[in-house]
């Protein structure tokens, strides 16, 4: 039993290395996604016909009830770097990535559009 706790003490050392670059690096990309995406994977919920926020008014129909039109911005973002670091390692445990390469995919140029 000792030999087994004197390892786990030795493997958190380690783990604690691995755990302190990965951090770093998650951080630098988090800057770098907020540098380019920052309010821009805001969106309508009626995407037809609407360009940009200042398009998204009115009502529009689902599933045969009104609903009015709204600008929401998803889970997974750039806005600050907490969401960012959020978005990264949502993405890097392979789950929902592909909403988040096609949210990235189809951001606007500037923030709003």
Partial sequence: MR?????????????????????IIFVAYAILGVTAFKGRFHRCTDAVGVSGIDTCVGTYVQGG????????RPH????????????????????????????AVDAPRFPGQ
Avoid: P, Y
């Avoid at 030999?3 to 951090?23: N, Q």
């Avoid at 009830?65 to 929401?72: E, P």
């Fill in 3 to 23: 030999v087994l706790i004197d390892s786990l003490l030795e493997s958190v050392k380690a783990l604690s290395a691995t755990f302190t670059v990965t951090v």
């Fill in 65 to 72: 009830a009104l609903q009015n039109n709204l600008w929401l």
């Fill in 76 to 103: 997974n973002n750039f806005d600050n770097v907490a969401n960012g670091m959020f978005t990264l390692f949502t993405v890097s445990t392979s789950n929902d990535w592909i909403v988040t390469a096609h949210l």
